[in-house]
């Protein structure tokens, strides 16, 4: 595999991270605030994802791609948490470790093809 197509499968994996993060925090702003401004910034912040979201797919193969977006459940999660005191129960654990687990190797995936 050429160095170029190695950097490529890396760029759409960090795009689709980013993407996770900004979807996982437009939706909390949403959440936790009211009024126009907040609904204005949490939709500039998921749009933000949204568009990261569309440029990774052109680093990268949907199918390795579009899982990895499952990362914005564990920041979601790790969100609810710390703001708003949602506990992480044990099966919450046991799912967010399968998550972690399953991008790790889907990310390995599309960068070693």
């Known amino acids: 595999m050429e160095k170029r ?3 490529t499968g890396w760029i759409g994996v960090v795009l689709m991270l980013l ?3 900004c979807l996982s925090l437009g939706q ?3 959440k ?3 009024g126009i401004l907040p609904l ?4 500039g912040i998921y749009g933000l994802g949204a568009l990261s979201m569309l440029c990774a797919y052109r680093f990268g193969s949907l199918s390795v791609l579009q899982p990895i977006n499952s990362v914005s ?3 979601a999660a790790v969100l609810g948490n710390i703001f708003l005191n949602e506990a992480i129960t044990p099966g919450k654990v046991f799912g967010i470790v399968f998550i ?9 995936g599309e960068v070693r093809e």
Do not use: N, P, S
Not at 40 to 43: D, E, K, N, P
């Open 5 to 7: 197509e190695k950097w």
């Open 19 to 21: 993407c996770a993060i």
């Open 28 to 30: 909390f702003i949403w």
């Open 32 to 34: 936790c605030y009211d």
């Open 40 to 43: 204005i910034v949490g939709f």
């Open 73 to 75: 459940y564990v920041i």
């Open 100 to 108: 972690m687990a399953g991008v790790f190797f889907l990310a390995r």
